[in-house]
């Protein structure tokens, strides 16, 4: 294993702290070692706290996004492991400013389990928490159902809107409503050329045989749909836009934000690459591109391979998006 | 090779394509297709058009810093090929504004031959165009003598203060005489942990024996100081710190900037990892920190390892570095 690294089992310890002492005027340590917030100016007062949490692993998710109109705190677990709920519960106590928090996460069971823990414990606390769940990954969709549906780089998406929207002074429940409606129009799905390598176990948790391509796999190697035999760029492009469109209803009115998000070992220029296609692909079918990302948003530690996100936006989704959005994405 | 590429031979112009269709309210292409400008507002006129260019393959240089406060225009050649003369000169009259034109380009011989020639080719139609060299590589400084030294991420802070500096107005000689006193205050290092694979040729062009790494690399794998058996992260920030503040004349008033910038395969956690250390060697030191990048600012393609860079800053410098910042690095 050719890495810079120390103990592997130190890693996400040595990585936080490299972090915070890189970006000291963003982000701030909390007395629980996992929670870390956002450095706020003294005028941001009476507006909700957005957060949001999960395993390591998938930098720039989620510390990276602990900045100016996106999130207000996270709680961290081990890499790929979910967090605790006393985590998530103290992250929401410190994102509260008085107007209650919204806490975005991704839809896994034990994030889950431990987000809903958390909620209730707050309620005993006199803290209101409301949560949205990223659901966006179309590989798991059940038939026409969702509940069961993992998050994929969706999520970074609705802590844009989620962010942009709480900076405006929206109240908690109008974040939860504009982010489940976001939710709806977005759909996701992943392609895997390499598995990728946990430190502390020193190898994959799961394999991608050399020649072949893991089609419709999760953010931590889960299962996919299909195993191909590795194809060209704009082949995988093809594929994956394919099962995004598939019953897709266009109903925000032929128009999409494009986010292709790296897993971690692929470069740039490979993301670039198939962008290139999906770009022609949605000029070809009249799909207008509102605004597009392509980079390393959400990524599975050093997986080779992308994930695709289409989100309809509509128009408030769209001011959402563009608020201050040269200092975010 | 497990990499999402359609014509390994066509990868630079997809590549290109797609970051034009993600990216059009940055960049346009110009008649030369090697030649990409930056889309400028009506209100900036009377200023100091900047340039640079070169091989591709180190995204996000060369294109990716065509931005507000960057680079007006870029000169690209394949991947690790110097562009030749005519795409410079190209670049040059691109980017004129009618106060000259200043290249920041690194210290390679092939593509100081070609900004040599395309600068005269400049003045003979009465263009003045003036240019500084990057050559921060200390493993390629001989003695004192840095003429022949290669130039590595130190560019990019670089083409920010020359960015900054034409956005403020000051003229072509002021703003080669900042970058040369930034340069000459400026010292990085690299250390490659594996080759990177060339997609034209399907194979790296030099190679890391398994088990060790390569000190002192250069940004296409160019020869080292040294091989040595793999270190853990802490041991190699270690020998990269010794080696860059070795001799290295604190006149700055123990102040630096630092560029931790990943190689293209390593990931942004063993970044921060190699950061952590790097901060704490300059906290024992009594050197403050002024500014920290960690990120993937100039690449070799899929090379796993990182180089480092110091910057000690005088106060015009910190300015210019500061200038729109958020909007840029």
Not at 176 to 197: F, H
Request: aromatic share 6%.
């Amino acid at each position: 294993m050719q890495k810079i690294l120390n103990n592997p089992r130190r890693v996400v310890e040595e990585m936080l702290q490299g972090y915070l002492k890189c970006h000291p005027d963003l982000v701030t340590r909390t007395d629980n070692p996992k929670v870390f917030v956002r450095k706020t100016e003294r005028t941001e007062t009476g507006k909700v706290g957005i957060v949001s949490g999960g395993g390591m692993g998938h930098f720039p998710a989620f510390i990276g996004y602990v900045k100016p109109a996106m999130l207000d705190a996270v709680a961290l677990g081990e890499i790929f492991k979910a967090p605790p709920a006393e985590i998530f519960l103290d992250a929401f106590r410190e994102a509260d400013k008085g107007r209650g928090v919204v806490c975005v996460h991704g839809n896994y069971e034990l994030d889950n389990a431990s987000v809903t823990e958390a909620m209730c414990m707050a309620r005993q606390e006199g803290l209101l928490v409301r949560h949205v769940v990223a659901n966006d990954d179309i590989a798991s969709f059940q038939g026409k159902c969702r509940s069961k549906a993992r998050g994929l780089a969706g999520e970074v998406l609705l802590w844009k809107i989620a962010g942009a929207a709480a900076e405006l002074r929206m109240d908690a429940d109008t974040i939860v409503e504009v982010c489940e409606r976001a939710m709806a129009r977005t759909r996701s799905i992943g392609v895997g050329l390499s598995a990728c390598i946990i430190p502390e176990v020193g190898e994959p948790n799961f394999n991608v045989i050399e020649g072949t391509m893991e089609f419709g796999i999760g953010h931590h190697g889960d299962p996919g749909l299909q195993t191909y035999k590795i194809r060209k760029a704009n082949e995988i492009a093809d594929l994956m836009m394919e099962a995004l469109l598939k019953d897709f209803d266009m109903c925000g009115g032929r128009e999409v934000v494009v986010m292709v998000s790296g897993l971690g070992g692929s470069t740039q220029m490979e993301l670039y690459i198939l962008f290139n296609r999906i770009s022609d692909i949605l000029r070809n079918k009249n799909i207008r591109v509102f605004r597009s990302y392509v980079g390393n948003y959400f990524t599975s530690l050093d997986m080779n391979g992308a994930t695709v996100t289409l989100l309809q936006p509509d128009e408030e989704i769209k001011k959402l998006l563009m608020y201050k959005e040269a200092f975010c994405l």
